[in-house]
Every structure is written in C-alpha cells, then in structure tokens.
C-alpha cells in the first residue's frame, strides 16, 4: 500500500472499504503461507538426509516401506505434498458374507483415484455376484475356476 493511500486512510478514518481491502490481503497472505509451509523442497530433503531428521527410532513395517521406498524417504526431485500412488487391497476391512468375500479401494483410501475404485473378490464354488449399476464401467478377472455370466441389455 503506497504511503498516499496509508495518509488517506488516516485522515478519512477506517472505512468499510479499506478494512475488507486489508482483511482481505491479510487472508490471502496467511492462505499462502500455510500452504507454503508444508511444502516439500529439494534443499530441505538435502540437509535432512545429511542428520537425524529423516531417521524413525520408533516402530516401521519394514516389509511394507520395501515396497514403495520412496514414500518414507523421498528423493530429492519430489517437491510439495506427493499423494499416495498405491495402496494395498490387505490393508482395506475385508467384508465377508456367506459364498465368499471382498477388499474395496476407493477414493476414500486413495485421493487421487477419482474415476476408478478397485474390488479385489472371492467368490466360493455355486456363489453368485448380485446384480447392480453403477456410472463406472467395470471390467473384471478371473484368476481361476469357471463362471456362467448372464448379460441383459
């Protein structure tokens, strides 16, 4: 704010106009410092790989972390907040009901899967697959044994 404006605001008075002027700069600047606060930068991964700021000297699932390294410890290229990429159908509540039962991803556990959802299911021998719609198309494999599938159009 140039120093004329600063002047006229004091010898006017504070006016509706100028507090929600000021109000709303002061937002923007605290919404732009929140988000830049978490972000992840090169310099920062750096230095902490260079002392105990990365280490955990608490519990890991070390057969987990072995699969995606690189979500615990990211490389250096990694910058800002990077989302999961993956997730694991063991670690969704496994529903089971009579004749089988199933693992679900969706969006809720994975963010960024905004178009697809995932079913990982067991069906036991003379056990069917309840028919219903949904706006997704779905497609699906058979891993093993034999199946009769009734389309109706």
Not at 5 to 33: E, N, P, T, Y
Not at 78 to 97: F, N
Not at 98 to 108: A, D, I, K, N, S
């Amino acid at each position: 704010m140039s120093e004329e404006r600063k002047a006229k605001i004091m010898q006017d008075g504070v006016s509706r106009r100028s507090v929600l002027g000021i109000g709303s700069a002061a937002l923007a600047a605290a919404a732009f410092g929140e988000l830049s606060a978490h972000a992840q930068t090169r310099e920062g991964t750096r230095k902490a790989e260079g002392d105990h700021s990365s280490s955990n000297p608490g519990q890991e699932n070390k057969p987990l972390l072995a699969e995606n390294p690189h979500s615990n410890m990211p490389p250096p290229t990694d910058q800002g907040d990077v989302g999961p990429i993956w997730y694991s159908y063991d670690l969704t509540h496994k529903r089971i009901q009579e004749g089988g039962w199933t693992h679900q991803v969706t969006q809720r556990e994975l963010p960024s899967s905004t178009e697809i959802a995932g079913v990982n299911m067991r069906l036991t021998a003379g056990s069917f697959r309840e028919l219903h719609w949904h706006t997704a198309d779905e497609w699906s494999i058979m891993l093993y044994g034999n199946a009769r599938v009734t389309v109706l159009n």
